[in-house]
């Protein structure tokens, strides 16, 4: 009997369907030959390679760090954009950050010190689904503090949280209500990520660098946090009323709060007061002036230093994941670079009003939320949407109103898990279904659309933002 080639695994590894890799390449192919909106045949192939890749990243036809490799490979080779546009991020300071937070909230990780100190707290204050929800909320933003990598928060706090419910008895009891709790972490860490940068140093700091807008952790609280509040306390509220039947099932255990109490180790106690030194001294950033960056990378440096982190733990760094934010940062340089981006979006300025008005607004929400519910990935949605409507607003909207209407769009607006990475994580450990995202999901982008045209809107008119 013959043998397999042997580079046959490999393959079935990087291409997920073969039948859905040949409609990939339909469209693509299509765009290069035909040449639509008198486009020259480098700017097809841009274009074409675009499409392929969003293709790849949304129906999983291709592996995802395979598809960002080629289009980078493709930007490279044929857009005529300078390397440093094409590696826009890896040449930012974020990538640092993101790099090193990995890292940092690896070595949190190890001490264990989040469980051992949050699961007794628990026991003690979420006796009521209301009660239960504001702890949720209250620990997602705390952790943004402690843990600055929003994926391994949300990890190890989901752990956490399932932890506890595993040992109540109307959770055994009751199959329905541990979905619906997990569901409801996910979805309110997404919303509490929308107050400060640092929420989501990934998707937040992406906003800014495609938008090319530059603002301090300060200048986003002023802007975002109080309507980011008003929407989370509805959405709290929303959430409540979806599931008011589950919710009714849940009831917290008094008697296990009394029996446990958290003692931490000498070792411990000195783990937990370097990893506050460095929290601390990271959020007094504007009192002292040292970026996070350097903060989180003397940090990550004392981790090993100590113990807590050791050279397996590099593994922690999401490389495939960097390697798709480099290409999808990349998208929008390059579509101006190649005069890709004009020619596409010259089409699209008939349909926004003239001037910026609940229309403008509407328009582009409805824009961003459209695009989201096919692209799926919020960096992805970003990268196509951002340089288009920035592009067509120029001289109409203000700069950063629009920018964040975007990104308030992405963030609020989800029916599937792979509509937000943080949702998908959750969805991907088995915790909660579709069924449950998509229950909640519309009644919360109808609340996100009210919400961006008269809070945030209005929020923006009292700072002299419009």
């Given at each position: 009997?013959?043998?397999?080639?042997?580079?046959?695994?490999?393959?079935?590894?990087?291409?997920?369907?073969?039948?859905?890799?040949?409609?990939?390449?339909?469209?693509?192919?299509?765009?290069?030959?035909?040449?639509?909106?008198?486009?020259?045949?480098?700017?097809?192939?841009?274009?074409?390679?675009?499409?392929?890749?969003?293709?790849?990243?949304?129906?999983?036809?291709?592996?995802?760090?395979?598809?960002?490799?080629?289009?980078?490979?493709?930007?490279?080779?044929?857009?005529?954009?300078?390397?440093?546009?094409?590696?826009?991020?890896?040449?930012?300071?974020?990538?640092?950050?993101?790099?090193?937070?990995?890292?940092?909230?690896?070595?949190?990780?190890?001490?264990?010190?989040?469980?051992?100190?949050?699961?007794?707290?628990?026991?003690?204050?979420?006796?009521?689904?209301?009660?239960?929800?504001?702890?949720?909320?209250?620990?997602?933003?705390?952790?943004?503090?402690?843990?600055?990598?929003?994926?391994?928060?949300?990890?190890?706090?989901?752990?956490?949280?399932?932890?506890?419910?595993?040992?109540?008895?109307?959770?055994?009891?009751?199959?329905?209500?541990?979905?619906?709790?997990?569901?409801?972490?996910?979805?309110?860490?997404?919303?509490?990520?929308?107050?400060?940068?640092?929420?989501?140093?990934?998707?937040?700091?992406?906003?800014?660098?495609?938008?090319?807008?530059?603002?301090?952790?300060?200048?986003?609280?002023?802007?975002?946090?109080?309507?980011?509040?008003?929407?989370?306390?509805?959405?709290?509220?929303?959430?409540?009323?979806?599931?008011?039947?589950?919710?009714?099932?849940?009831?917290?255990?008094?008697?296990?709060?009394?029996?446990?109490?958290?003692?931490?180790?000498?070792?411990?106690?000195?783990?937990?007061?370097?990893?506050?030194?460095?929290?601390?001294?990271?959020?007094?950033?504007?009192?002292?002036?040292?970026?996070?960056?350097?903060?989180?990378?003397?940090?990550?440096?004392?981790?090993?230093?100590?113990?807590?982190?050791?050279?397996?733990?590099?593994?922690?760094?999401?490389?495939?994941?960097?390697?798709?934010?480099?290409?999808?940062?990349?998208?929008?340089?390059?579509?101006?670079?190649?005069?890709?981006?004009?020619?596409?979006?010259?089409?699209?300025?008939?349909?926004?009003?003239a001037e910026f008005s609940t229309r403008y607004v509407l328009t582009v929400l409805l824009t961003a939320v459209i695009l989201h519910m096919v692209l799926g990935s919020n960096v992805t949605t970003m990268s196509v949407v951002v340089p288009g409507l920035m592009s067509i607003g120029a001289g109409t909207a203000p700069e950063i109103p629009l920018l964040l209407l975007i990104y308030i769009a992405v963030c609020g607006h989800f029916l599937l898990p792979f509509h937000h990475v943080v949702l998908l994580l959750g969805e991907g450990k088995g915790y909660y279904s579709v069924k449950h995202l998509s229950r909640f999901g519309i009644p919360l982008t109808i609340l996100m659309t009210v919400l961006a045209t008269v809070v945030y809107m209005g929020w923006w008119s009292l700072l002299h933002l419009l």
């Amino acid at each position: 009997m013959k043998a397999p080639p042997p580079s046959r695994p490999a393959l079935n590894g990087l291409i997920k369907s073969w039948p859905a890799l040949g409609l990939a390449l339909v469209v693509p192919l299509a765009v290069f030959i035909l040449r639509p909106l008198g486009m020259d045949l480098r700017q097809s192939g841009i274009l074409a390679a675009l499409l392929f890749a969003i293709i790849c990243w949304v129906t999983g036809a291709v592996e995802r760090t395979l598809a960002s490799a080629l289009l980078l490979a493709v930007f490279l080779a044929f857009s005529g954009a300078p390397v440093q546009t094409v590696f826009t991020f890896p040449l930012s300071e974020n990538f640092l950050m993101i790099v090193f937070s990995f890292l940092f909230s690896q070595g949190i990780s190890n001490s264990g010190l989040t469980e051992k100190l949050l699961q007794p707290l628990l026991a003690r204050i979420a006796q009521t689904p209301g009660r239960l929800m504001a702890s949720m909320v209250v620990c997602a933003a705390a952790m943004i503090f402690i843990i600055p990598q929003p994926f391994s928060r949300i990890i190890i706090l989901s752990g956490i949280y399932a932890g506890y419910f595993d040992r109540l008895e109307c959770v055994k009891r009751e199959r329905e209500l541990k979905p619906v709790l997990m569901a409801g972490l996910f979805i309110f860490s997404v919303l509490v990520n929308m107050l400060m940068i640092r929420g989501d140093i990934i998707l937040n700091n992406a906003l800014l660098t495609m938008g090319g807008v530059s603002l301090t952790e300060g200048d986003w609280v002023r802007y975002m946090s109080v309507p980011t509040l008003v929407f989370l306390l509805l959405a709290v509220v929303l959430f409540y009323v979806v599931f008011r039947r589950e919710l009714a099932l849940y009831h917290g255990d008094g008697q296990e709060a009394s029996a446990e109490k958290a003692v931490l180790t000498l070792r411990e106690k000195r783990c937990l007061a370097l990893i506050l030194a460095v929290v601390v001294f990271w959020a007094t950033e504007g009192l002292h002036g040292v970026s996070g960056t350097i903060t989180v990378i003397a940090g990550t440096a004392l981790m090993f230093a100590v113990g807590l982190l050791k050279l397996p733990d590099i593994k922690s760094i999401n490389v495939n994941l960097l390697v798709f934010l480099t290409a999808a940062f990349a998208i929008g340089g390059v579509l101006k670079a190649c005069g890709v981006a004009d020619i596409l979006f010259s089409r699209f300025t008939r349909l926004f009003p003239a001037e910026f008005s609940t229309r403008y607004v509407l328009t582009v929400l409805l824009t961003a939320v459209i695009l989201h519910m096919v692209l799926g990935s919020n960096v992805t949605t970003m990268s196509v949407v951002v340089p288009g409507l920035m592009s067509i607003g120029a001289g109409t909207a203000p700069e950063i109103p629009l920018l964040l209407l975007i990104y308030i769009a992405v963030c609020g607006h989800f029916l599937l898990p792979f509509h937000h990475v943080v949702l998908l994580l959750g969805e991907g450990k088995g915790y909660y279904s579709v069924k449950h995202l998509s229950r909640f999901g519309i009644p919360l982008t109808i609340l996100m659309t009210v919400l961006a045209t008269v809070v945030y809107m209005g929020w923006w008119s009292l700072l002299h933002l419009l």
